[in-house]
């Protein structure tokens, strides 16, 4: 069965810590309960969640659907925003977890990664040191989300393919955008995108959400 | 019962301590400064705005669902404290209660307070021992004296401490009598549910497949053994067709979603919180139910039938029977459940002139939106070549090398002349349908891309010994496959699939690369002499991906025969008429795989003794 493979990376640095968080996990939680409802993702789709702070979590491994139990997800007080070493992180788990074709068996499809952050990278010379990694690290699609007024589109460009903004850090921005992610996702599995094949394109944002070109 | 009214009356989210205490007790073990730090800084900057809160006790604290103070309720409900609970946390009097005192003997009371309150987040008492009322005042151990050491120490951290608290845990614990800090679980404890039980998590379920948990044998029981399963019961919230007995939750849900059951426990007796959890168990529905099928829109640009069949007959080789071919194309579900439309497309002819069969399928890219347009161009186009080789003698010409060929397979030279031919008439027969699609694109404003699709071409030409001579040309990913040849070798691969790192990697014939040079052309050619076959296939990735797990598995003829021992005797049922076989070969194209639902095609040739032989055994 070839799986496709969705990373989510999510800030977990102190700024977050109360209602964004929380909003994030409605969101999440109603990201699910839509994917659940469609039936390629039920077959096909494998979640891992990622987050980050002054330590980087694997709180989810990569894992079905099917299967899936949400996580804990927790603040710290405070602290920096390691981005860099969370992608550090994430080039391991993909190099691990997801199959590639070979003779003798089917690859997974082309992962997607989804990367949500309310700052700026705390070890910013890591994070660009990872860029390059990332970019080369077979991903379909690259969507980036800065949420909140100090989020900087700039530092994520070079990373995304695309990098949407969300205004504000309530329920409403996060639940569109978790929203959104799975109506991508969703498009991501039932087009595939082949490798030489341009990336499957995105569904319209909900009004809450601005891509940046 | 107070505490409860002021929390309804508020209609926040949350709860009160002690109730959060009785599950989320771990989550606070886990991060034992989110709880007090926020609550030590709000009292400390509360104090220094030159106030007193008096009011600083469980019945005034809102733990939010995710684990934090709800510190606006707390705010808000300064000066006006529990009633039942003053006497334990102000048993001098409270701040509001006392207004004559002085601003700093009343911040004094708070800090006591608040020192009562620490002193229960961080001991905690077993659950059985705590309720959610302060029923007993005099028995419960909020009431009891506390270590001076221990209040002196709050106070310090309020008065100037660190800006973490954390770092004075050690110090408070040790005041307190307690040895070691309270250790993070080993396993993230989940969240309270709604109701405040402690929420045990089960392995998901799926609608309509069998469903089976042990409960003793959970992780979350393990080791009580008063907990066994005989006295184990549940209380309501059970979708349809689970059934609950002697610890074991059994049976084949018939209802999908999340489902939250209460589990009485034996030990712990009677209502208490302590005795019952709440279980969570996700039932998925099941893919199959989901899917939809929504008709394609018949007015868009380049529409098409969702399905198709073909079929012809031709002579067999060295002037015995007839040959049939049959081909299917199907819609995926992929397709299906959104009213896409197919993007695979098939193509069959038989040139009496030349003495060539001409099969092809091709398909199509999803991620291209006009790729259905592509593949019917790319079959038409590479037909339409080889109908007009018929015209003008090359067809005839290439036969003859042929024939030469196979009379004498073992010249080298006579075979790389044929082979060159070959390569010549598929890479022009590519490029025309290449160039059809390009002034396709231009007409309609779109671009080349917008037309991916792959190619496979089958040239199969009788021979007049009895023998067959087949070439192959193939674009992209799909094959073609042709089996039962007598001898050692039973089958043959005649295709080499373009595949990369990743599922759904491929080369398209609308791409230059695939044919940017005389070499990259000719590794697409595959050309064998065959002294006799029973079936020949060409499919897209939508049959060959379910059937062949890797690219070694499709190599091996074995899988070729399976397939065939799966359709054969659907096409005996209905030998009466070819068209009939077509039709059942597009019926057998429904079956169900999961995570594999591309359009399906086959082209499907087969000899006059295919079908009256009996089909090999299934492995």
Not at chain 1, 124 to 152: D, H, N, T, W
Not at chain 2, 469 to 485: E, P, R, T, W, Y
Not at chain 2, 565 to 592: R, V
Request: glycine share 10%; charged share 20%.
């Amino acid at each position: 069965m070839r799986r496709l493979p969705v990373y989510l990376l999510l800030d977990t640095s102190g700024s977050m810590k109360g209602e964004p968080l929380e909003s994030v996990k409605t969101g999440i939680h109603a990201m699910l309960g839509g994917l659940r409802q469609d039936p390629h993702a039920l077959e096909s789709l494998y979640l891992s969640i990622i987050t980050f702070d002054r330590e980087v979590k694997t709180v989810l491994p990569l894992t079905s659907l099917q299967a899936l139990q949400l996580p804990v997800i927790t603040c710290p007080e405070s602290g920096p925003t390691h981005l860099g070493e969370a992608l550090e992180v994430l080039c391991q788990r993909v190099k691990s977890e997801v199959v590639l074709s070979t003779q003798e068996g089917q690859g997974d499809w082309r992962p997607l990664l989804f990367v949500m952050t309310d700052g700026v990278p705390s070890d910013l010379q890591l994070y660009r040191e990872m860029i390059p990694r990332v970019r080369s690290a077979g991903f379909a699609s690259i969507i980036a989300c800065a949420a909140g007024p100090k989020a900087r589109q700039e530092d994520l460009k070079p990373l995304a393919d695309q990098v949407v903004t969300l205004e504000t850090m309530d329920g409403n921005g996060f639940v569109s955008f978790f929203r959104w992610v799975s109506a991508s996702v969703a498009a991501g599995t039932a087009e595939p995108g082949g490798g030489t094949a341009p990336p499957p394109a995105l569904p319209p944002p909900p009004p809450e959400i601005n891509l940046v070109f | 019962m107070s505490a409860d009214l002021a929390f309804s009356k508020n209609r926040r989210p949350g709860q009160l301590l002690l109730r959060f205490l009785d599950s989320g007790h771990a989550l606070f073990a886990a991060e034992p400064g989110r709880l007090l730090g926020p609550l030590i800084r709000f009292l400390r900057e509360f104090h220094q705005s030159g106030q007193a809160h008096g009011a600083v006790m469980p019945g005034r604290l809102l733990v939010l669902p995710g684990g934090d103070w709800d510190l606006e309720f707390f705010k808000n409900r300064a000066g006006s404290p529990d009633a039942l609970e003053l006497e334990v946390y102000y048993p001098d009097g409270g701040g509001a209660t006392a207004p004559d005192l002085a601003l700093e003997i009343r911040q004094r009371r708070d800090i006591r307070a608040l020192a009562a309150v620490v002193h229960l987040i961080i001991t905690d008492h077993p659950p059985a021992r705590r309720t959610r009322r302060v029923r007993k005042l005099a028995d419960h151990p909020l009431a009891q004296a506390w270590p001076a050491a221990f209040i002196g120490l709050v106070d310090r951290v309020l008065d100037a401490g660190p800006d973490d608290p954390l770092t004075a845990l050690t110090d408070w614990m040790q005041a307190l009598g307690v040895e070691e800090p309270p250790m993070p679980p080993a396993v993230a404890v989940p969240p309270a549910s709604d109701d405040g039980l402690p929420s045990v998590p089960l392995p998901n379920g799926m609608m309509g497949r069998p469903y089976a948990v042990e409960l003793p044998a959970l992780e979350e029981f393990a080791g009580g053994a008063a907990e066994g399963a005989a006295g184990m019961k549940i209380t309501g919230g059970l979708p349809e067709g689970l059934h609950f007995d002697d610890g074991l939750l059994t049976g084949t849900p018939r209802q999908a979603g999340e489902f939250e059951i209460v589990l009485h426990l034996p030990s712990a007796g009677g209502g208490s919180p302590a005795g019952r959890r709440m279980l969570q168990l996700m039932v998925n529905p099941s893919p199959q139910s989901l899917w939809k099928n929504l008709p394609s829109d018949p007015g868009a640009l380049f529409a098409r039938p969702d399905t198709d069949t073909r079929f012809l007959t031709g002579p067999g080789s060295g002037g015995e029977g007839r040959l049939t071919v049959i081909g299917a194309s199907r819609r995926g579900r992929s397709h299906a459940h959104v009213g896409g439309f197919r993007d695979d497309d098939l193509g069959m002819a038989w040139h009496p002139g030349s003495g060539w069969y001409v099969l092809t399928v091709a398909d199509g890219a999803g991620s291209a939106r006009f790729s259905r347009e592509g593949a019917r161009t790319a079959c038409a186009v590479v037909q339409a070549y080889f109908s007009e080789l018929e015209k003008d003698g090359a067809g005839e010409s290439l036969a003859k090398r042929t024939e030469a060929h196979a009379q004498c397979p073992d010249d080298a030279s006579a075979a790389q002349v044929l082979k060159s031919e070959l390569c010549r008439h598929f890479e022009a027969a590519a490029l025309l349908a290449r160039r059809s699609l390009e002034a396709t694109a231009q007409k309609n404003r779109a671009e080349l891309r917008d037309f991916h699709t792959t190619l496979i071409t089958v040239l199969l030409h009788p021979l007049a010994d009895g023998q067959w001579f087949a070439a192959a040309f193939s674009i992209g990913d799909g094959a073609a496959a042709v089996i039962g040849l007598p001898g050692a070798v039973s089958g043959l691969l005649l295709t080499r699939a373009d595949s990369g790192e990743f599922a759904g990697q491929t080369v398209f014939l609308t791409l230059d690369q695939s044919l940017a040079t005389p070499e990259a052309v000719a590794a697409r050619v595959r050309m064998a002499v065959l002294p006799g076959f029973k079936a020949l296939f060409l499919v897209t990735d939508g049959v060959s991906d379910p059937w062949f797990p890797s690219d070694t598995a499709l190599a091996d003829p074995a899988g070729w025969s399976r397939l065939w021992g799966e359709i054969q005797p659907l096409l005996l049922n209905a030998h009466d008429s070819p068209q009939a076989q077509a039709e059942a070969l597009l019926h057998w194209m429904e079956f169900h795989s999961p995570g594999h639902h591309d359009d399906r095609t086959m082209v499907l040739a087969m000899s006059p003794l295919s079908l009256s032989s009996p089909a090999p055994p299934r492995a």
